[in-house]
């Protein structure tokens, strides 16, 4: 087939010529267009081993319509697309860059997400586009044109196929996560901070700039990723290919293959919504790639966090890959009407993430136990979303600076907090089919507190009753440990046993003083899971009231099987 084409290269030009003098089709550009993604084509000039071997041109941006490539076959007809801004072969990068990618910048700089995907076949210039881009985007992040004080951190992977390797620390494995917060996650990548211009660059690599800003009141890191897809195979590139190399190939199109079912089912979930018919039952299959994986905040229409893309498809012009060049166009087409919309997020009391600084003071004073932890100390100026990423360490270190807030309370409410969170982030759907009936006695009791409001102001010794958990200092001749806390779970009054009867260290329950008040307790000893309880109701002691410090809170988790501190 490339000989016939290469045969008739001078028909094929005067088709084209007298093409263009007939009046052009009209275009029909009915695509409604995602203020967030910015879809580009850049068609590469023909090099010189092309121009040798007989080569001509069959892609052309069309002349007085913007965005609008024309591709023209020897045996067929002509081809027609939209494919918003359109840079020709006279172009230079710096054109491109100051079109498509320089509006990136100030976004993520403010603490947003920002995407530059390379889109096309072999051959087409990705890899000349994106390292001219990584330079320039090097260039203006560190003249000191942008505002203000950033930090700039710097992790480049390469992707083939389902495997993932550091590019900055000798090609060590990665591994491609999704956090709590939903956000990709490339564990086991090295960061390196910028502190001059770092213009190296990598092929089929993901490069992805973090934009860390060390304002207090800063509320996420801004994130750039550029990334040089792997190019889509033809069979005349794969004739080229050693045998070895086959099996990489597949992988690398099966990769772009997941890539073009997200830009389609993007465009599906786009129409639906369009039609005012529900999207739920469309699938945007994201997860079914390390690549579309690092790209989830680009797919993902249940996404919270706001991103801008920016998709540049390169085009090879030559006649021998109009069917190369086509697919391509066909998918950009496909991006320029899909709309991820990202979900608005309310208040919501369950929801940590969607809270204010003054919702997340309210909770604070709430549920920090008593004595409450000070919501001025613990967030002065965080969000809910912002506290979370607050290291333990520095979220207990706080708590504590509140008068009487012990560390097993701190290390308690952090706990309730994350637990919240945790919770927040599964579906519907999980947490129903994973949850008790709401008469099961295991939910229903799982906790020690049940105190109303009005009796948790009382001092916990005017309102100790069976079920109530102490913490207590144990007398020195019992063979207890005093590094640890001392928990008791409360059975009884003295008065409600007999006079013979004896706790477990052989002490008797009743006391010799008549005004002493004693109580019957089970022992609360740790279980082998770190912060853990388990209550061992056969081995009972008596405890003098005086002895009793402040009441504990427990909570039962049936997946452990064991208690944990809660406030």
């Known amino acids: 087939m490339e000989d016939f084409l290469l045969e008739n290269a001078a028909r094929h030009q005067h088709l084209v010529k007298a093409w263009?003098?007939?009046?052009?089709?009209?275009?029909?550009?009915?695509?409604?267009?995602?203020?967030?993604?910015?879809?580009?084509?850049?068609?590469?000039?023909?090099?010189e081993h092309e121009v040798s071997s007989g080569q001509v041109v069959a892609t052309f941006p069309r002349t007085g319509a913007s965005g609008v490539v024309d591709i023209h076959e020897l045996r067929r007809v002509s081809f027609t697309f939209k494919v918003g801004k359109v840079f020709g072969a006279d172009r230079p990068t710096e054109k491109v860059y100051e079109e498509l990618v320089q509006p990136l910048l100030p976004w993520v700089w403010e603490g947003n997400v920002g995407t530059l995907f390379a889109y096309g076949q072999t051959g087409s210039g990705k890899t000349y586009s994106v390292t001219g881009l990584e330079r320039l985007i090097a260039g203006s992040m560190l003249d000191g044109t942008l505002p203000g004080e950033r930090r700039?951190?710097?992790?480049?992977?390469?992707?083939?196929?389902?495997?993932?390797?550091?590019?900055?620390?000798?090609?060590?494995?990665?591994?491609?996560?999704?956090?709590?917060?939903?956000?990709?996650?490339?564990?086991?990548?090295?960061?390196?901070?910028?502190?001059?211009?770092?213009?190296s660059s990598r092929s089929h690599a993901i490069?992805?700039?973090?934009?860390?800003?060390?304002?207090?009141?800063?509320?996420?890191?801004?994130?750039?990723?550029?990334?040089?897809?792997?190019?889509?195979?033809?069979?005349?590139?794969?004739?080229?290919?050693?045998?070895?190399?086959?099996?990489?190939t597949r992988e690398i199109n099966k990769s772009l293959s997941t890539l073009k079912d997200c830009i389609r089912g993007m465009?599906?979930?786009?129409?639906?919504?369009?039609?005012?018919?529900?999207?739920?039952?469309?699938?945007i299959p994201f997860r079914h790639s390390k690549l579309t994986k690092v790209l989830k905040h680009v797919?993902?229409?249940?996404?919270?966090r706001q991103c801008r893309t920016a998709v540049l498809a390169c085009i090879n012009p030559s006649f021998l890959d109009t069917s190369a060049s086509k697919n391509t166009l066909r998918y950009i087409e496909m991006l320029r009407s899909a709309q991820p919309k990202t979900q608005s997020v309310g208040f919501n009391p369950a929801v940590p993430l969607s809270w204010s600084n003054k919702d997340l003071r309210n909770f604070i004073m709430l549920k920090s136990g008593n004595p409450s932890v000070l919501p001025a100390v613990?967030?002065?100026?965080?969000?809910?979303?912002?506290?979370?990423?607050?290291?333990?360490?520095?979220?207990?270190?706080?708590?504590l600076q509140s008068d009487g807030v012990t560390v097993e309370q701190a290390k308690a409410f952090h706990t309730k907090f994350w637990q919240l969170h945790v919770d927040s982030q599964r579906s519907s759907a999980k947490r129903n089919n994973g949850s008790a009936p709401?008469?099961?006695?295991?939910?229903?009791?799982?906790?020690?507190?049940?105190?109303?409001?009005?009796?948790?102001?009382?001092?916990?010794?005017?309102?100790?009753?069976?079920?109530?958990?102490?913490?207590?200092?144990?007398?020195?001749?019992?063979?207890?440990?005093?590094?640890?806390q001392n928990l008791a779970l409360i059975l009884c009054p003295q008065t409600a046993v007999g006079t013979e009867v004896q706790d477990a260290f052989g002490n008797p329950v009743c006391s010799d003083n008549p005004s002493t008040q004693r109580y019957l307790c089970a022992l609360v000893v740790p279980g082998t899971l770190g912060d853990s309880y388990e209550v061992h109701?056969?081995?009972?002691?008596?405890?003098?009231?005086?002895?009793?410090?402040?009441?504990?809170?427990?909570?039962?988790?049936v997946t452990t099987r064991y208690y944990h501190i809660t406030v």
Request: charged share 25%.
């Open 20 to 47: 263009n003098l007939k009046n052009k089709p009209p275009i029909k550009d009915d695509a409604v267009t995602s203020p967030n993604i910015t879809v580009a084509t850049r068609i590469r000039p023909m090099l």
């Open 152 to 199: 700039l951190h710097v992790s480049i992977i390469e992707l083939a196929g389902n495997s993932a390797h550091d590019l900055l620390s000798s090609r060590q494995p990665v591994s491609v996560l999704e956090d709590s917060f939903g956000n990709t996650q490339l564990a086991g990548a090295q960061e390196a901070q910028v502190s001059e211009n770092d213009g």
């Open 207 to 248: 490069y992805r700039i973090r934009v860390e800003n060390p304002a207090p009141e800063a509320l996420e890191d801004g994130l750039l990723y550029l990334i040089d897809l792997a190019g889509s195979e033809t069979a005349r590139d794969i004739a080229l290919h050693a045998s070895e190399r086959m099996e990489e």
């Open 267 to 283: 465009a599906n979930v786009d129409s639906a919504g369009a039609a005012g018919k529900d999207a739920k039952g469309l699938y």
């Open 299 to 304: 797919f993902d229409p249940t996404g919270t």
């Open 378 to 399: 613990l967030a002065p100026h965080e969000s809910g979303a912002q506290l979370l990423r607050l290291p333990a360490d520095q979220f207990i270190s706080r708590c």
């Open 438 to 484: 709401s008469g099961n006695i295991v939910n229903s009791a799982s906790s020690t507190s049940r105190d109303s409001s009005e009796r948790n102001k009382l001092h916990f010794t005017e309102r100790i009753r069976p079920g109530m958990v102490v913490r207590w200092n144990p007398p020195a001749e019992l063979p207890l440990s005093k590094n640890e």
């Open 537 to 557: 109701i056969w081995r009972q002691v008596a405890v003098d009231v005086e002895k009793m410090e402040a009441e504990v809170l427990l909570e039962y988790n």
